[in-house]
């Protein structure tokens, strides 16, 4: 009897990777290698506040990101086999060679503008989903990235192939200091100066973040420190929102596929 257990063992090692990373994360965020200084600007008193970076995340840390898209990649790859199997039995090495879950942008192999759906079509004529019942392909179609038109490399989906692509076909992806969240608390009778140098994202070492005056009156900043893969569209997302959300799409398509067997 045809199951979807061989993807749910991918899911689940790659959850492990996942915590993993971010564990990774923790432990080079409690150490110095990224910190947040604190200096009286001269010519004002106004406190500044600065990231330090002595040292880049490890590159232990890329390599468990990489193992974690990896595994959750390929649960969606196990979860199409078990659905072709469920249908077809035995499957040839020709069939097996072609089936995948295809995920699909608005662009095609060379990065070049294209229609997803008319990509998307193709790849069910090239066998990406022999086998696999119409409703199912109906639901792995709805769940296309391309469906988002301009803005397709934000979906989860995609973020997932290409972090993919990137640890198969290059190199393990870079990551950089990341400042997630900053704001500046003040007590209720005081109103300082206060001036916000950059949003959230990828920092250097002496980057200026915030600027305030009243800190002899209590008023003082809170910052978020993270990592991020410092790659594409990618580079605006912290590990900690990066991660997770692709985890709990692939396991919310892996639960909703598993009722078509």
């Known amino acids: 009897m045809a199951s979807l257990d061989s993807a749910w063992l991918k899911f689940n090692r790659g959850r492990e990777h996942v915590e993993a990373a971010q564990d990774a994360v923790d432990d080079w965020l409690g150490t110095d290698a990224y910190t947040i200084s604190r200096e009286v600007d001269p010519q ?15 590159r232990r840390i890329s390599l468990l990101i990489g193992d974690a898209v990896y595994n959750l990649r390929s649960a969606l790859d196990h979860a199409v086999y078990a659905l072709a199997q469920s249908q077809l039995g035995t499957l040839t090495p020709e069939v097996e060679e072609a089936l995948m879950f295809p995920i699909v942008g608005n662009q095609n192999s060379k990065g070049q503008p294209a229609d997803g759906s008319v990509i998307f079509d193709d790849a069910v004529r090239r066998g990406r989903l022999q086998g696999v019942p119409d409703a199912a392909i109906a639901f ?21 192939h290409e972090l993919n692509r990137i640890d198969k076909h290059r190199r393990v992806a870079l990551t950089t200091a990341f400042l997630d969240f900053q704001f500046v608390s003040t007590p209720s009778n005081v109103e300082p100066r206060i001036t916000f140098h950059r949003a959230e994202g990828p920092v250097e070492d002496g980057d200026p973040l915030v600027t305030y005056s009243g800190a002899d009156e209590g008023v003082d900043a809170q ?14 997302y912290s590990v900690e929102r990066l991660l997770p959300p692709i985890q709990q799409r692939v396991e919310w398509i892996t639960t909703v596929l598993a009722n078509f067997l």
């Open 44 to 58: 004002t008193g106004d406190t500044v506040r600065r990231a330090q970076v002595q040292a880049d995340p490890p």
């Open 140 to 160: 792995i179609k709805k769940e296309q990235p391309y469906h988002w038109k301009p803005g397709f490399e934000f979906h989860w989906l995609w973020t997932l």
């Open 223 to 236: 910052f978020t420190r993270d990592v991020a893969v410092n790659e594409g569209v990618m580079a605006g």
